[in-house]
């Protein structure tokens, strides 16, 4: 949808911003963008990374939004008052909102794998693309942190991946409501905790959210994530540290010094696969099997999702 289009990113150095800029950019699409942060001489890593990958950058003051053609794409945190917002509407651009933009560029994919939750989101969404790219699916990715395993020098940045599969990997906000832009085909759950709305109005959000996928991967050893199992009428794949109830379950927990090895059992199939991580702590073996059930529900199999996690090096902010 993006190739013979031109938007810019008022905030593209966000850390939700910067990532989806990247995707369009890897796509063919012409971007440029501005920051406050620029216009304060900071980060300027961060804006010369930009520059190389093609992304033209101006002041924030309006001067980069010249024509109808564009569409300017801007984060939470500019106001209708900032500059590029004014100019928008003077030169009648399309005024869209990151979460509207991130959610057609997903839905339009044919596989689409949405990673929420309360905590966990970000490196869940990297393990995932870690297993896919090193099983040659090459899924294009967008992450809300830097996924260790792609940084390179000439990538330092690399929360985003634009890849040539037919699969689309991405964080989803539930503490916006955004998260019911989005349709699909697997959706994961990691938790579900108080925490920016009301519970009953999270419950509905994540209901639904799981309602519109084909597949939900659903954490058992979270009592709300566990509930929608009950609820839903979709195919569910849930995990759990220890219950032999769920799907995929750890046995033979083992923490290192640089790292924690489990073993992982797949309950229909009974088959079984170790897997040593290089990051440490329970939670990243939740994380994992999240990340293994994803990888199932694309169809690879549990030894080969299991080694493809080695090398897994985290997600950083």
């Known amino acids: 949808m993006s ?15 910067l990532p989806l800029a990247l995707i369009l950019r890897g796509q063919g699409a012409t971007v440029a963008g501005s920051d406050r942060s620029l216009d304060q001489g900071r980060l300027g890593a961060k804006f010369e990374y930009l520059k190389r990958q093609g992304i033209a950058l101006f002041p924030q003051d309006g001067s980069g939004i010249t024509s109808a053609e564009q569409t300017l794409v801007r984060s939470a945190a500019v106001e209708d008052t900032v500059a590029d917002v004014v100019a928008a509407k003077r030169v009648g651009a399309r005024d869209m909102k990151r979460p509207e933009l991130l959610s057609q560029l997903f839905n339009a994919a044919p596989v689409r794998i949405g990673v929420a939750g309360t905590s966990g989101k970000s490196t869940t969404t990297g393990m995932i693309a870690w297993i896919l790219h090193r099983a040659g699916r090459d899924p294009t990715v967008m992450n809300g942190a830097v996924m260790k395993n792609f940084a390179t020098p000439e990538a330092l940045f690399s929360s985003a991946l634009v890849g040539k599969g037919d699969i689309f990997v991405s964080e989803v906000d539930e503490s916006d409501g955004s998260i019911a832009n989005y349709t699909p085909t697997i959706a994961v759950v990691n938790n579900i905790a108080l925490d920016h709305k009301s519970m009953d109005e999270l ?11 084909e597949i939900a991967v659903l954490n058992l050893d979270n009592e709300e994530t566990a509930a929608l199992v009950m609820s839903t009428k979709v195919r ?30 797949e309950k229909f199939t009974r088959e079984s696969a170790r897997v040593d991580l290089a990051v440490p702590g329970e939670h990243n073996v939740a994380n994992a099997l999240a990340a293994l059930s994803a990888a199932r529900a694309c169809g690879l199999s549990l030894k080969v ?8 090096s985290g997600t950083k902010r």
């Open 236 to 265: 569910t794949q849930t995990y759990s540290l220890r219950s032999g109830l769920a799907d995929l379950h750890t046995a033979a927990i083992r923490p290192a010094p640089d790292g924690i090895s489990f073993d992982v059992l």
């Open 203 to 213: 419950r509905a959000l994540f209901r639904d959210f799981i309602g519109r996928a």
């Open 305 to 312: 999702a299991a080694a493809a996690l080695v090398g897994f």
């Open 3 to 17: 190739q013979a289009k031109s938007y810019f990113f008022s905030g593209v150095a966000g850390s939700g911003m």
